[in-house]
Structure formats: C-alpha cells, structure tokens
C-alpha cells in the first residue's frame, strides 16, 4: 500500500482566495505532522495563518477523514493502515473503530481479528481442528457451513478481500 498522505491547507491564504497548502505523508508522529503544518502556515502570505484544514487525503484505504480530525487520529491511522492494510480498513469501516479511543483501536482490532481464510467455512474448520481434537474418521460428517452459521449466529463477521477470500472478524 501507498503512504497515507494528508494535503493540509492555511485558511487564512483560503479565505482569501488563494490556495496554500502541501502534502504531508502521515506515516510519521503527530509532532512530526504537526511540525510540518507550522511550516506551511509559517509561508503562507495571509497573516495571521494560524488555522488550517485536512483539504484531501490519499491511501487510507476506504477510511474517511474530516477536514478537522486530530493529527493523533490521523498519524495513529496512517500506522494502522501502513502495518495492517485492507484488514484493518475492512474492520474500521465496519464501524467497530470508527468511534474508539484512538489509543485503543489497534488492541481493538488484533482482538478481533482471526485472519485471512478462503471462506468463513474454512475458518470453522481450522479454529475447530486447532481447539478440539476431532477423530479422523469423523472429518466427513462435519458440515462446516453450519459450522460457520453458527459462528455468525455468535456474532462473528467476514469481509471480502479484494484479491480473494475474506478477512474474519470475532465479536468484542
């Protein structure tokens, strides 16, 4: 995946009709992005540039961001996508970290997620080979889509993965 990347403009130069920006990569520390910031609203002409705004955003995966989200926020997110990829964007845009303390999202999300099967059928057969010891002999009387069902039915969730196969997800 590409480095997130932020395009963060001054709004003094914006409200003056003029366009006054630069792209930061936020795959570094919140101080490091917000030391950029200073820097591009140290040029702009406008003075005071003292505020600014998140104009775009590239290589978030699908992961949304507002004009005004915390630069933590956003250097925590850039992490998370950078170490994790579409899995954690998959498990973010569920919801289920969308509204975390940004301090809790990456616990969150190793908690959750069990990996990347061909199917949840697939899942069920392996999470039940590895927990319980299951005689050979009875291998082909398990219908693991039930199995899988059941898994559902306890809360558990999957998302497709664009090259194949879906990433699991347990309930919190």
Same mark, same amino acid.
């Given at each position: 995946?590409?480095?997130?990347?932020?395009?963060?403009?001054?709004?003094?130069?914006?409200?003056?009709?003029?366009?006054?920006?630069?792209?930061?990569?936020?795959?570094?520390?919140?101080?490091?992005?917000?030391?950029?910031?200073?820097?591009?609203?140290?040029?702009?002409?406008?003075?005071?540039?003292?505020?600014?705004?998140?104009?775009?955003?590239?290589?978030?995966?699908?992961?949304?961001?507002?004009?005004?989200?915390?630069?933590?926020?956003?250097?925590?997110?850039?992490?998370?996508? #950078?170490?994790?990829?579409?899995?954690?964007?998959?498990? @973010?845009?569920? =919801?289920? *970290? +969308? &509204?975390?303390?940004?301090? %809790?999202?990456?616990?969150?999300?190793?908690?959750?997620?069990?990996?990347?099967?061909?199917?949840?059928?697939?899942?069920?057969?392996?999470?039940?080979?590895?927990?319980?010891?299951?005689?050979?002999?009875?291998?082909?009387?398990?219908?693991?889509?039930?199995?899988?069902? #059941?898994?559902?039915?306890?809360?558990?969730?999957?998302? @497709?993965?664009? =090259?194949? *196969? +879906? &990433?699991?997800?347990?309930? %919190?």
């Amino acid at each position: 995946m590409n480095i997130p990347r932020i395009y963060v403009a001054c709004l003094s130069s914006y409200n003056a009709g003029v366009l006054h920006g630069e792209w930061i990569n936020a795959d570094q520390s919140a101080d490091g992005i917000h030391a950029e910031i200073q820097e591009i609203l140290s040029r702009s002409e406008h003075k005071p540039a003292e505020e600014w705004a998140i104009h775009d955003y590239v290589n978030f995966g699908g992961i949304e961001l507002g004009e005004y989200v915390s630069i933590e926020r956003v250097a925590k997110l850039a992490e998370l996508v #950078d170490g994790h990829g579409p899995a954690f964007v998959a498990w @973010y845009e569920s =919801g289920d *970290g +969308a &509204y975390l303390d940004l301090y %809790d999202l990456e616990d969150a999300f190793l908690d959750a997620y069990q990996g990347h099967y061909d199917s949840l059928e697939h899942y069920a057969e392996e999470y039940w080979n590895t927990h319980y010891e299951i005689p050979d002999h009875l291998h082909n009387y398990i219908a693991w889509d039930r199995m899988a069902r #059941d898994l559902k039915t306890d809360g558990y969730w999957t998302e @497709y993965a664009d =090259g194949g *196969g +879906a &990433y699991v997800f347990k309930p %919190d």
